[in-house]
């Protein structure tokens, strides 16, 4: 079955880098997209970009272009979302989620999420 | 970028009534791009609805979704306990973005 498991919780100093990861398995890694998501203390979703396994090409939102890098190991079917230049703003539970075989397409399985503590 | 307005913010209502979720988008959104997600305290959200209409897998069917353009529902029939949560839309075009969310809670 499909399943998608995030590494643990972190705590982070302002202005330090937060790497998380996103192990997938019981399909094809390289063949589906997987989106990162991140929900604030009672916040709504907020889509932060997405990477092609296939190739490792990303695509990054605006509002993260420059802070967010997208990455894959295949060895592995583990997919890397690492955030720098961290404020007290980006504590929030951050999440992975396998899209579709291309970019524009429903998020149909999540993972636990991970929570991402920015404090001094 | 897309913005999705959800309304209402919460909705009281008892088991057995019918719920009635709004989105509206700030332009046109392809119904093949448009979904719906559950989501309980403490859990990862869930797919409910895809290309705004189509049940995802093991929904059942006293969900329905419709809409097309820049206004879509979701509705559920006859709420069961179970469906007590908190409902997202989202489009997911080239740049995915999600609603603020409406809280069906039990009045």
């Known amino acids: 079955q499909v399943q998608v498991e995030q590494s643990g919780a972190e705590v982070k100093k302002p202005g330090a880098s937060v790497k998380v990861s996103c192990k997938a398995s019981?399909?094809?890694?390289?063949?589906?997209?997987i989106h990162w998501v991140r929900q604030a203390p009672g916040q709504g979703l907020e889509w932060m970009g997405a990477?092609?396994?296939?190739?490792?090409?990303?695509t990054y939102a605006q509002k993260f272009q420059g802070r967010v890098t997208m990455t894959r190991d295949t060895s592995t079917s583990t997919v890397y979302m690492e955030l720098s230049s961290l404020r007290s703003e980006d504590t929030a539970v951050y999440s992975c989620?396998?899209?579709?075989?291309?970019?524009?397409?429903?998020?149909?399985?999540w993972g636990q999420g991970t929570l991402v503590t920015v404090s001094s | 970028e897309i913005v999705l307005t959800q309304s209402p913010g919460t909705l009281s209502l008892s088991p057995g009534e019918r719920a009635t979720l709004s989105c509206r988008a700030s332009?046109?959104?392809?119904?093949?791009?448009f979904g719906w997600y559950q989501q309980k305290l403490g859990q990862a959200p869930r797919l409910l609805m895809y290309?705004?209409?189509t049940r995802a897998t093991g929904i059942p069917d006293r969900f329905s979704g419709s809409g097309s353009g820049t206004d879509f529902t979701l509705t559920i029939s006859r709420l069961e306990p179970e469906d007590f949560a908190v409902y997202f839309c989202?489009?997911?075009?080239?740049?995915?973005?999600f609603g603020q969310g409406t809280k069906v809670e039990i009045k």
């Open positions: 989620a396998r899209g579709g075989q291309v970019r524009e397409y429903y998020f149909d399985y």
């Open positions: 019981g399909y094809t890694f390289s063949t589906y997209f």
């Open positions: 990477i092609n396994p296939g190739d490792g090409g990303a």
């Open positions: 332009q046109y959104v392809y119904s093949s791009y």
């Open positions: 290309s705004a209409s």
């Open positions: 989202q489009q997911y075009g080239s740049s995915p973005s």
